[in-house]
């Protein structure tokens, strides 16, 4: 019995609202939406983009919101700019995030996700400390409309996540479970780490990759199936765990070879589902 749902990562605009016609063409039924500029996002835009999702049959399974400022994809500038982890850019990524949690309500979508950042291992960081209380603060403004916070995988340590969590402490937290990108940052084997934080799971992004080979700089992303995620292993542990949300199809590439590599990806996951 199928129980998952494919879908694919798709963008919303300020200017021309979010295109859901690629996901009709290729049979997709649900989406993860995102936009990294949640203060240009007002009411109306967000509720037409719900209206254009209903519309095509599409279900926005989650709000994936980014923030403004700067946010370098690697070991070097990534530690002091990427997420809430760094102190500068905390307080306005705060308000953007829960501008986020707002947006998510106005899709009518139950789920928001974001980059955290690198959480020190060192539980006493004054940067580690500042990141519980400011996603403690958008978990509160999202739990008062009915959002589950989700932090994106990546930057983090498994354990620094699952602690992260509990140190927050709040009941509308999850994972967006990115499996590549703990490859790619060399955080850990996705289906290990489902045995740290597994039942937090509540978005799945569908993206491969490699380990890296340089200390600077991340692994490689690579086309779904040839990378080392292992989806044959990983899926029906994901089941097991009692997930039943959806897969989102996420090629960070763009082009015809993005199009070719969903559809590679779509044929490669249906058979999991
Ligand atoms: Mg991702």
Redesign the pocket.
Known sequence: MSTLKLGA?TFLHAENGADFSPLTVMGLPTCQLCNWQPMSITREMAERARDAAAAAGIEITLYWCGYTGPAVWNYIDGPSTIGLVPEEYRAVRVEELKRGAEIAAWLGVQDMATHVGFLPLDAKDPNYIGTVDAVRAIAEYAGERGVTFNF?T?QETPMVLLRCIQDVGLPNLGI?L?P??LLLYGNGNPVDALDIFGTYVRGV?A?DGEYPTDGHFLGEEKPLGEGRVNFPALVPKLKSLGYTGALTI?REISGPQQIADIQRAIDLLTPLL
């Open positions: 990562f994106e990546g967006n990115d590549a990108n992004h993206k996420e």
